[in-house]
């Protein structure tokens, strides 16, 4: 496989991904981070790291709308709960560094 095919295969399971997680706003951030360590949050840090490293001038304010389609914020009021003692036990258990 040609390095731009790569390119393209990776870019489109990328948007796949970010797609099925924009659908999927009864899965909560903390669960994804206690499953797979990483979340939506994680996803549009990456984004800017990666726009940074370029020189590519982009805002942690429009990185986060780049992966949850709309202003974080917004996202927030609408989908996100309040974590559970479960879920916070869990996160402080797979997270100690």
Same mark, same amino acid.
């Given at each position: 496989?040609?390095?731009?095919?790569?390119?393209? !295969?990776?870019?489109?399971?990328?948007?796949? *991904?970010?797609?099925?997680?924009? #659908?999927?706003? +009864?899965?909560?951030? %903390?669960? &994804?981070?206690? !499953?797979?360590?990483?979340?939506?949050?994680? *996803?549009?840090?990456?984004?800017? #790291?990666?726009? +940074?490293?370029?020189? %590519?001038? &982009?805002?942690?304010?429009?990185?986060?709308?780049?992966?949850?389609?709309?202003?974080?914020?917004?996202?927030?009021?609408?989908?996100?709960?309040?974590?559970?003692?479960?879920?916070?036990?869990?996160?402080?258990?797979?997270?100690?560094?």
């Amino acid at each position: 496989m040609d390095d731009q095919t790569r390119l393209e !295969l990776e870019a489109a399971a990328f948007r796949r *991904l970010v797609s099925h997680l924009r #659908e999927r706003t +009864d899965v909560q951030n %903390i669960d &994804l981070m206690n !499953l797979a360590g990483f979340c939506r949050n994680c *996803l549009s840090n990456w984004m800017k #790291e990666a726009a +940074d490293q370029k020189g %590519i001038p &982009l805002s942690k304010d429009q990185s986060r709308e780049a992966i949850y389609g709309m202003p974080y914020e917004e996202w927030r009021a609408k989908y996100q709960k309040e974590a559970s003692p479960e879920q916070k036990a869990a996160f402080e258990k797979s997270h100690r560094h």
